[in-house]
Nanobody, 126 residues
Framework: QVQLQESGGGLVQAGGSLRLSCEGS????????MGWFRQAPGKEREFVAA????????YYADSVKGRFTISKDNAKNTVYLQMNNLKPDDTAVYYC???????????????????WGLGTQVTVSS
């Protein structure tokens, strides 16, 4: 079992920055693939970023590439999402997800992650 808790959401103006944190318990993060997803009202949950368990390589959605950075602190069992140059289209509930057995080809698939946090709201005003 893995328990996840997100924090760091809030209201920010377009062009601003936020850093989301996801603290986990129950399993060492070094052996778990960690992902961030988001869901805007009326839309499906979509992939944002992930870091693969085996060698720590990061993957990003095209819409956030160059603006968002995912990082993981295994000692603190925490994964971060640094979000810069935020846009109104980034407004959503952001969820942290984890899966110890995820294969690389599924890293962008929300349905393949076993563990989820409750989410944190990010609102970007224009």
């Amino acid at each position: 079992q893995v328990q996840l808790q997100e924090s760091g959401g809030g209201l920010v103006q377009a062009g601003g920055s936020l850093r989301l944190s996801c603290e986990g318990s129950g399993r060492a993060f070094s052996s778990v693939t960690m992902g961030w997803f988001r869901q805007a009202p009326g839309k499906e949950r979509e992939f944002v970023a992930a870091v693969f368990r085996s060698y720590g390589r990061s993957y990003y959605a095209d819409s956030v590439k160059g603006r968002f950075t995912i990082s993981k602190d295994n000692a603190k069992n925490t994964v971060y999402l640094q979000m810069n140059n935020l846009k109104p289209d980034d407004t959503a509930v952001y969820y942290c997800a984890a899966d110890p057995g995820l294969i690389l080809s599924s890293i962008r698939e929300a349905r393949d992650y076993d563990y989820w946090g409750l989410g944190t709201q990010v609102t970007v005003s224009s």
